[in-house]
């Protein structure tokens, strides 16, 4: 199966994925977390509580604009609207938490749909959070008062493609899945394939800097955009007349990457490329995750890049593949002919070729992954991931930091973590790393796993990391951005919030610190 071939995923809320998909944990897993003290609750979920939500004057209001049956008020909408899919997202929805649960869920058609909510919420003061995937990991649909959703399912086409420029205009609410099948009807792909791709959005997409799995070939989304439409409660700005300008700061930067707090991503013009007529993956294995360092990084600088290349440590080699040769597993592939001469590097390098067998693996299981937290949470286990990037000179040290900083904090707490890296994306000048930690849920998970990401921020920081690579900022990161980019330019960020949102009715809270 390829990723034009998975559906488009209705997430059950609190659970990720498929619900038609069922995941249990292997038994010599099962035996190795409770050697880490996993035991299993005694306890299972909460049923939500429904709370007040909006006055029947505010659903007036916004019914007037959409229609009453796209504005929706029953708890299990707003249920199914509340929070994204981090661990601590998925704990408090198993706690039955309704604190971020917003108020309604507004579902409008179009730009203009959009546009007229926008100015409706900012004169009543009704604070907004969009929505179209869902899958945030970093708090970025909980917003700091309460708030209504509108969700951009219904903005789900392809408007257009430019078969000479080689784009193609998306709406925001179109899925990852939906993108690929669209634009293969045209005989193109969009290439982005991020872990989530079975439930993110193009406007998600935009909106956080998405990073996919073949970024070495068609690079990050923020690279593939090169036009955005964005709806605020001032008006449309629309940004992109051509590829490339010296006209000044490019402002689709500026677009990208904002979390909703600037406006509404409705479309994206983006790059597409011909679907490839051939894909090749192979594994490769390398003596110390050092060596396999040394490896990729001559791939990124002096090529030939393939179009995906990862590269795991020995302890995730070893628990992806028990049974496997050990070492430091990378994994590159192919979109079209195969790379002879990345072989080549890789040889040079010390790599061992393993074949397609390990590379088709990872590629089948790569979707599948994301299914197995649930039921770990199930078992007792605390299980979440974390991103950041460096230059490479500074990937050992930034390494060895955050993981030094986990260990220590889960340690002190009692529960001792199994913490697992890999290079998720690769660039000239640096990399991508993203940690998997694993380790027994203590009596206040939540707690628990905000004094590890605290250790793990403040490592990032030190090792000079950015704090996130591709997850965006949301809530988890927004204290940590601000003191890396400096209070100077948070101001400026907070000017162009002014602006665009003078009244902060725009996700608050989500971003930037005083919204």
Known sequence: ?????????????????????????????????????????????????????????????????????????????????????????????????TSDMPDAVIFPADHDEVLALLATC?????AVVPYSGGTSVVGGLAASRRFVTVDLGRLDQLIEVDDISRTATLQAGVRGPAAEALLAK???????????????SIGGYAAARSSGQSSAGYGRFDQMVVGVTLATPRGTVELGRAPMSAAGPDLRQLVLGSEGA?????????????????????????????????????????GPLPTVLR???????????????????????FDGPYKQATADVLTAAGGQNLGAEAGEAWRVGRYKAPYLRDPLLDEGALVETLETAAFWSRIPVLKAAVTDALVKALSDQGTPPLVLCHVSHVYETGASLY????????????????????????????????????????????????????????????????????TAVLNPGILLTSS
Request: charged share 20%; net charge negative; with cysteine.
């Open 122 to 126: 900012a004169e009543h003061d009704l």
């Open 435 to 502: 940690f998997t930690i694993i380790c027994a849920q203590n009596d206040e998970p939540l707690d628990q796993w905000h004094q590890a990401k605290l250790a793990a921020n403040a490592a990032i920081a030190e090792a000079g990391g950015t704090i996130t690579h591709h997850h965006g900022v949301g809530t988890d990161h927004r204290e940590a951005y601000a003191a890396e980019i400096g209070p100077l330019a948070v101001e400026v960020l907070q000017a162009v919030k002014g602006v665009l949102d003078p």
């Open 186 to 200: 045209h005989g193109y792909t969009l290439g982005h394939f991020p872990q989530s791709y079975e439930g993110a």
């Open 311 to 333: 590269l795991s440590d020995e302890a995730e080699t070893a628990v992806n593949n028990p049974d496997g040769p050990g070492g430091a597993l990378a994994i590159i592939g």
């Open 1 to 97: 199966m390829t990723e034009s071939d998975l559906p488009v995923v209705q997430l059950t809320p609190g659970r990720w994925g498929d619900p038609e998909v069922s995941v249990e944990v292997p038994a010599p897993a099962l035996a190795a977390l409770h050697h880490l003290g996993v035991r299993r609750p005694a306890t299972g979920p909460v049923d939500p509580v429904d709370r007040p939500g909006l006055s029947a004057e505010q659903v007036r209001l916004l019914t007037a604009v959409v229609g009453a049956e796209h504005v929706a008020t029953e708890l299990s909408d707003r249920w199914a609207h509340t929070r994204g899919y981090s661990t601590p997202d998925l704990l408090r929805h198993r706690a039955g938490d």
């Open 262 to 302: 600037f406006g509404i991503i409705t479309s994206v013009v983006v790059r597409v490329r011909p679907r490839p007529t051939e894909r090749h993956f192979e594994g490769w294995r390398f003596d110390t995750f050092e060596a396999g360092l040394t490896a990729v990084r001559g791939l990124a600088q002096d």
